[in-house]
């Protein structure tokens, strides 16, 4: 079962101030899965809350695939996840942009609803992810990607029933819902969700008995700058970093401040977790360690060359196994274009590996796909945007260093009498708040080859 079981009397999930025990949980979302039960696909509105924790299970428990809307998603963005995805119903309060039956998701409610556990091959979630270019594409993930990959990360991590599980991530990617939610659920083991992951929080919550606590770098560095909140977790069993990259001083703020550092591990919304740092290994900062149970790891060059796993010759990492999703929905060639010709998936990051099997993550190879507070952005999605807004002629997104978000969005751009704050609202208005540039600059023109195509690379090392 991908959920273990409904049975229980402690503390399931607590998200702010709401809380249900196990049987509370099952039971609440028995009426949802009642009410859905054959659906096509159900779209829920992602915000931190009980309801979308009570929302989700009812779509796993009745085998309907679930996806999951971020919650800060603007109209078109919606619009087009609730579309693409072919969701039949809306689990949540009507929002612009969704012309979708709603269902009523009340935490209150109780149903003993029984129903029988779908095939581990069957979709549970459609995630939706951003590439270089054009809309999000739906990822597809089976509910035997998922279980392989919550089994491999207790595995790797030890965690238990015993553990409470603490972390303020958004429940509609990976980091916040499979492994924060579902991992805790299969695990056994209590979620304090924090609805924020603010500096505050989780010390509120290691004093309360959090052991295990997750977040992404944007969260750990905000942590280490302020002492009291750092020390507060000296007393946690692990902490996890991943979504991006660990900055080395902030895992040496934390050994100094709270006696030891996260463990780190890699992943993509495509292939779930792939690699992780075992709790009981020697942390290695930048190393997010080894591939899980049921999953192999290579790195190839230019045409597919072979690199040697000599931690540091660098190749683009290549995966495949147990936690694959199963592809793009409706993008067959999106799909194919993803995996090599002999089966194994692109990840599109560069890494080295060492004799141990151990892998560093070096960059992504292509400059076009941003990581912001570990949201994953595509350039031209913002950039198509930005060309809808009547003052811009010719725009260029890009990611530049910030010691808060690890990449922080820069629009250039070229155009008559360009208000920066109009063009942010209405990136934010249409694809997401966290898609928005937080910067914009107005240039005379953009730097381009004799091909008429832009110069990333020169705007970013500032040759403007
Ligand atoms: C600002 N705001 C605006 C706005 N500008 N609203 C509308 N229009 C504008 N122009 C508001 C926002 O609505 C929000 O309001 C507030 O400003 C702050 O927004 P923010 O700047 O985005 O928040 P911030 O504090 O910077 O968030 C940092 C963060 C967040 C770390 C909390 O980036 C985060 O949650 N990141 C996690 C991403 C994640 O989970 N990634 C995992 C992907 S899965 P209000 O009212 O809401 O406060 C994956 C796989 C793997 O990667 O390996 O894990
Ligand atoms: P997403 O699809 O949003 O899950 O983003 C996946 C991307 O996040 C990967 O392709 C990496 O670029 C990045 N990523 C995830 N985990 C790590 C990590 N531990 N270190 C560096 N980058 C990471």
Redesign the pocket.
């Known amino acids: 079962m991908l959920l273990g079981s409904g049975a229980g009397d402690g503390p399931a999930v607590r998200v702010g101030d709401g809380e249900l025990d196990r049987d509370g949980l099952w039971s609440a979302a028995a009426a949802v899965a009642r009410r859905i039960a054959g659906a096509e696909a159900v779209a829920v509105h992602g915000e931190a809350s009980l309801r979308t924790v009570v929302a989700v299970v009812g779509g796993l428990l009745a085998g309907v695939p679930v996806v999951p809307v971020p919650s ?1 998603a603007g109209t078109d963005e919606r619009r087009h996840i609730v579309r693409d995805s072919g969701a039949a119903l809306w689990l949540g309060d009507q929002r612009e942009g969704v012309d979708l039956p709603a269902v009523p998701v009340d935490p209150s409610e109780r149903s003993s609803a029984a129903f029988a556990e779908p095939s581990p091959g069957s979709t549970g979630l459609i995630l939706y992810t951003s590439g270089t270019t054009g809309p999000p594409k739906g990822a597809v993930l089976s509910r035997g990607a998922m279980a392989a990959c919550l089994d491999g990360l207790a595995d790797a991590w030890a965690w238990t029933p015993d553990d409470v599980l603490v972390h303020g ?2 429940l509609f ?4 819902l499979v ?1 924060g939610v579902l991992g805790a659920l299969r695990v056994g083991s209590p979620l304090v969700h924090t609805v ?2 603010s500096p505050a929080a989780y010390a509120a919550a290691a004093g309360d008995g959090g052991t295990l606590f997750f977040g ?1 770098p ?2 750990w560095s905000r942590i280490a700058r302020e002492p009291a909140a750092a020390r507060a977790l000296s007393g946690a069993r692990l902490l996890v970093s ?3 990259a660990l900055p080395d001083p902030v895992a040496e703020d934390l050994r100094a401040l709270a006696g030891h550092s996260p463990v780190e ?5 495509e292939s779930l ?1 792939t690699l992780a740092a075992r709790a009981d290994a020697p942390r290695r900062t930048g190393w997010v360690g080894t591939t899980l149970p049921g999953v192999e790891s290579r790195l190839r060059g230019e045409g597919g060359a072979t690199v040697p796993s000599d931690g540091e010759a660098v190749g683009e990492l290549q995966v495949r196994g147990a936690t694959l999703f199963d592809g793009y929905r409706g993008l067959a060639e999106a799909t194919a274009a993803a995996w090599t010709e002999d089966g194994w998936f692109r990840t599109g990051d560069a890494a080295v590996r060492d004799g141990q099997g151990w892998h560093r993550i070096v960059g992504r190879m292509s400059v076009d796909l941003i990581k ?5 952005v595509g350039a031209g999605e913002v950039e198509a945007v930005l060309l809808g807004h009547p003052a811009v002629r010719e725009a260029a997104v890009v990611g530049e260093p910030d010691d808060d ?1 690890g990449q922080r969005i820069v629009a250039y751009l070229v155009g008559d009498a360009v208000d920066p704050a109009a063009v ?2 209405h990136v ?2 249409r694809l997401s ?2 898609k ?1 540039p937080r910067e914009v600059r107005v240039v005379e023109a953009l730097p381009r080859n004799a091909m008429g195509k832009v110069q990333k690379k020169r705007l970013t090392d500032g040759g403007h």
């Open positions: 800060d991530l958004p990617h990976v980091h916040g492994l924020r992951p992404v944007t969260v991943g979504s991006a591990r890699y992943g993509m919304t977790i912001t507070g570990g949201y994953r978000l942010v609202d934010a208005a708040v966290h928005r």
